[in-house]
């Protein structure tokens, strides 16, 4: 027997999808403002995830980002040295906060304003 009634596309459900996510992401905004992201740690999660689903970086804003970590990470490993060897440290791709010791191979990752400008990551000469 044939149906007569249209089905419902998929547009329809991915649009009210969709509506919900935006509805979430204010909601979840609306407790980060009142602090309550302090308390439960899935508050934050949830609105970072919904945050790359709704609000995707665009290849320039990413450009620009990477930009800014090549020049600060030139700057530091020509200040610093290899740990234990002393050699040259060099970046291990654009845009990475990670480097390695050309001679031993030890990685090295950039740290964040309040750590150490580099620590030790792991050792490459097990491989």
Not at 23 to 51: A, V
Not at 77 to 90: A, D, R, V
Not at 118 to 127: I, L, S
């Amino acid at each position: 027997m044939k149906r007569t009634t249209p089905r419902k596309s998929n547009n329809i459900k991915q649009e009210s999808t969709k509506d919900f996510q935006w509805r979430q992401f204010c909601r979840l905004g609306e407790m980060i403002g009142d602090g309550l992201h302090n308390e439960e740690k899935w508050i934050s999660r949830e609105y970072r995830h919904l945050q790359r689903i709704l609000l995707p970086e665009t290849k320039e804003e990413r450009k620009i980002k990477n930009d800014s970590i090549n020049r600060q990470m030139e700057a530091l490993l020509n200040k610093i040295p290899c740990k234990k060897c002393g050699s040259k440290l060099i970046q291990t791709r654009k845009g990475a906060k990670t480097a390695i010791c050309t001679s031993c191979g030890i990685r090295y990752k950039a740290k964040t304003k309040n750590r150490k400008s580099y620590e030790k990551r792991t050792n490459n000469a097990g491989r």
